[in-house]
């Protein structure tokens, strides 16, 4: 009996998707469950499973084509698949053909496939490269892409003027277009302030090993800054709303966006009603969105939504940018790297760990004056870290 593979059904806000990646071609064998084939959207990587056990007769759409919800991918004739112990498929005797001919690279066996992210996948594909000969620096030692890049240009013999050009994805696409839109609809200024984190990281050197006893999870600087904002916006609530045609949409909640840079671009997934989460929540939420995020296991309901957004700049040591907008979010906080410069306290010169602090927002609904007040409140919650639990 022959069983139809079709496009799932995609989110309300993904109209198509790319084909990215076919893992079984005609003929051959796959089991219930096994990715077939994965299919890239504009935030994140989806894998198609077999239906049924059986084997595939038809592909229909190729890689690099764009589908809908409900089209036909391929067709597979269901019926019992041998294991491998009692037989090989065309796909494990081609491998194997592939061993014994010294000439002929391997592509991927099936174990070291399985440790292989999609990107990574589709360049090993594609350059044709051994991915038994590469060392994954993932978690639990997974291929990257990068390792996938490392291995083919160390096997490359080096030229004077290379060049090489790569498509866009489809994330990298989107992220263009959207920036470019945000700098053509808003009207966006930033606002810099900065802010002495010594009370701050004295919190975290007297607690980081109890705090990870208790929660599991390190004490990070990201949490104090998830808090600062809410409180901010708890005060300014102009910060927090967003602007749809004529009217400002002022949100009752505050689901706070933490931009995670991947492999495949950016992407900002959201920390939902972020006001009531303690430390703790959000260490243990943002370690897992990152980690989700690194090794392409995120959904799209993770990057949904947001009314403001936080990226640290700072983790790869700049010292000042101006972040872009995150539509239709109003605002964006930009942190930066922390370092140690000379400030007047009490009348004398002292070395503190300073951080840069940026927010850039739509001067459309945002005033300089609710900007300016909102990186003040976020200043004096982080030099202050007790006005957080006073609520002052």
């Not at 004295?202 to 990201?222: P, S, T, W």
């Not at 009348?347 to 850039?360: C, D, K, T």
Request: glycine residues 8%.
């Amino acid at each position: 009996m022959s069983t139809e593979v079709k496009v799932p059904v995609l989110p309300e806000s993904v109209a198509d998707a790319t084909v990215a990646a076919w893992h079984k071609q005609p003929g051959d064998s796959i089991r219930r469950d096994e990715n077939l084939v994965d299919l890239e959207t504009d935030k994140v990587v989806l894998e198609v499973p077999s239906p049924v056990d059986g084997v595939v007769s038809k592909i229909t759409r190729d890689s690099g084509e764009t589908v809908i919800s409900g089209e036909l991918l391929g067709v597979i004739e269901e019926g019992e698949v041998e294991s491998s112990e009692a037989a090989d498929t065309p796909a494990t005797e081609k491998a194997a053909e592939q061993k014994t001919d010294p000439g002929v690279t391997e592509t991927a066996t099936e174990k070291d496939s399985a440790k292989l992210s999609p990107a990574a996948r589709r360049l090993a594909e594609e350059e044709h490269a051994d991915v038994s000969k590469v060392t994954g620096t993932g978690r639990g030692g997974r291929i990257t892409k990068g390792d996938v890049i490392q291995h083919v240009r160390g096997n490359t013999q080096p030229s004077l003027r290379p060049e090489e050009r790569v498509r866009m994805t489809r994330l990298r696409s989107t992220i263009a277009s959207r920036m470019k839109d945000a700098q053509n609809t808003a009207a966006i200024l930033t606002s810099f302030n900065e802010v002495d984190l010594k009370a701050v990281m004295d919190l975290r050197k007297k607690y980081k090993e109890a705090f990870q006893q208790e929660h599991g999870v390190k004490l990070g600087l990201m949490s104090f800054f998830v808090k600062a904002v809410c409180d901010a916006l708890r005060k300014h609530p102009i910060v927090n709303a967003s602007l749809e045609g004529d009217e400002i949409v002022y949100h009752g909640y505050q689901d706070i966006g933490i931009a995670v840079s991947t492999e495949r671009g950016l992407m900002v997934p959201i920390l939902r009603n972020a006001e009531h989460m303690t430390l703790a929540d959000a260490e243990t939420s943002i370690r897992d969105f990152a980690t989700r995020a690194r090794d392409g296991s995120i959904t799209l309901e993770d990057l949904q939504g947001g009314t403001f957004s936080i990226t640290n700049g700072g983790t790869f040591g700049s010292l000042l940018s101006t972040p872009l907008l995150n539509p239709p979010q109003s605002a964006i906080l930009g942190m930066h790297t922390i370092k140690e410069r000379p400030v007047v306290v009490d009348g004398e010169v002292v070395a503190r760990p300073m951080m840069y602090i940026a927010l850039s927002y739509d001067h459309r609904i945002i005033d300089g004056k609710d900007a300016v007040l909102f990186l003040v409140a976020i200043k004096n919650a982080l030099e202050d870290p007790a006005r957080l639990l006073l609520n002052l």
